[in-house]
């Protein structure tokens, strides 16, 4: 946690709350904790309640170093941005778009920063895009983003590129590559305050939209080519409206999804992130669908994942959450089976599933159950689900996957 503190006695509770709420806001956004036993929280006493935490306040980047960011993105020839889940949570979409079309900048989104520019908008790549427009910028901001995978990954960055990032967290600075310019600050103020300051600099690029399509339709047909992650993938975009929210896994179709999976708005693509927590996703749906009652909300689990947390099926039926679950039935932990299958020379070990009837399953706590045989099937199923408005799993029988990473050659 960012912050914890504990207190016995009843009168240092509103301070104590105070405390770690400001401590929350205050920088980068992270889980706080507070201890009460339960005999304080069962005594009485007389207290002085505080005013409310207020509105947050956003740090602005020094202005000095704005302005050396700004030179350099205003005479760069091809500028690119990385952005990363730190624009959505500080609700920038509005200043990142407005930026990238001042430089006809590419915007290459994170997994966790999917939907913080429409994928509609011709500026808006993917990673797979991101790799080859890399090769080619000679200035890079990273925004919000830890720039992992450009740092560390094969095809990343060779040393002595121009790396400019913002973000709110100053230990992030320059962790993972050199910056030439480090900005500490939120990514909302921090991208309003470069665009103003880049329009001074900024040189005349011809307009890219036509260019950077070609690469996006490329990179979709590549993408495309990873069957069946792909079908199953677009069947789910199809029926799932633009405010709809995917809540993925550590599973094939999600990691599918990671680099090709179109996201529109911001706050619509909920991931695990780096920390790879199997399990983590149906659970978290249901949190995601009481936050947000009139969306649709999709999770997408391995049978492996959701073996995990099965039984909130019960939370599900129990309140009535009106979320869709998908379980891709491949009878085992995919990802390990694979890896021991091509890499161990064919033997495997603790990777196979004996799995429930997840139809009977469901309907045992009480929920609608669907089966969807193959990607044509599994849109039809998800439209009627989506139509019933109720608690529902959807299993979809699969057979072993073929690995995307190689196929895509991004690690």
Not at 169 to 178: A, F, I, K, V
Not at 288 to 310: C, E, I, M, Q, T
Request: charged share 20%.
């Amino acid at each position: 946690t960012k912050h914890s503190a504990r207190t016995i006695e009843p009168a240092a509770i509103p301070t104590l709350v105070d405390d770690a709420l400001t401590a929350m806001w205050t920088g980068r956004t992270r889980p706080v904790e507070i201890e009460i036993p339960p005999d304080t929280l069962f005594a009485t006493a007389d207290i002085t309640l505080l005013d409310p935490v207020g509105e947050r306040k956003r740090r602005c980047p020094d202005p000095d170093l704005v302005e050396q960011a700004a030179a350099l993105l205003g005479n760069a020839r091809a500028p690119i941005i990385y952005a990363g889940g730190g624009v959505i949570a500080a609700s920038a979409s509005a200043e990142l778009q407005r930026l990238a079309e001042l430089l006809q900048a590419p915007v290459v989104m994170t997994s966790n920063g999917k939907g913080a520019l429409s994928y509609r908008h011709y500026l808006a790549q993917t990673s797979l895009a991101g790799s080859g427009l890399l090769a080619d910028a000679d200035v890079i901001l990273a925004v919000g983003t830890r720039f992992v995978e450009p740092s560390t990954y094969s095809w990343g960055l060779k040393p002595g590129r121009t790396v400019i990032q913002l973000d709110i967290d100053g230990e992030e600075l320059g962790r993972n590559y050199p910056t030439a310019v480090a900005l500490q600050g939120d990514a909302k103020a921090g991208l309003a305050d470069l665009a103003a300051a880049v329009e001074p600099h900024n040189r005349v690029r011809p307009a890219r939209e036509a260019e950077l399509q070609q690469i996006k339709d490329a990179a979709d047909a590549r993408l495309g080519s990873i069957v069946p992650q792909a079908g199953f993938a677009r069947a789910i975009r199809q029926e799932l409206p633009d405010n709809g929210i995917f809540v993925g896994e550590m599973t094939q179709v999600a990691y599918w999804s990671n680099a090709g999976f179109p996201v529109y708005e911001p706050r619509t693509y909920i991931t695990p992130g780096y920390q790879g927590t199997l399990g983590w996703g149906f659970p978290t749906s249901l949190g995601v669908k009481v936050g947000a009652p009139d969306r649709v909300v999709v999770s997408v689990n391995g049978d492996g994942g959701f073996g995990f947390a099965l039984n909130e099926l019960a939370t599900q039926a129990q309140h009535g959450i009106a979320s869709i679950t998908l379980v891709f039935n491949d009878s085992a932990y995919g990802n390990v089976r694979r890896i021991q299958t091509e890499q161990f020379g064919g033997r495997t070990i603790a990777s196979d599933l004996r799995n429930p009837d997840y139809g009977k399953l469901a309907a045992a706590f009480g929920i609608a159950a669907r089966r969807a045989v193959g990607a044509e099937a599994l849109a039809r199923e998800l439209r009627e689900a989506i139509k019933a408005n109720e608690p529902t799993l959807i299993e979809i029988p699969v057979e072993a996957m073929p690995d995307p990473w190689k196929m895509l050659a991004l690690r």
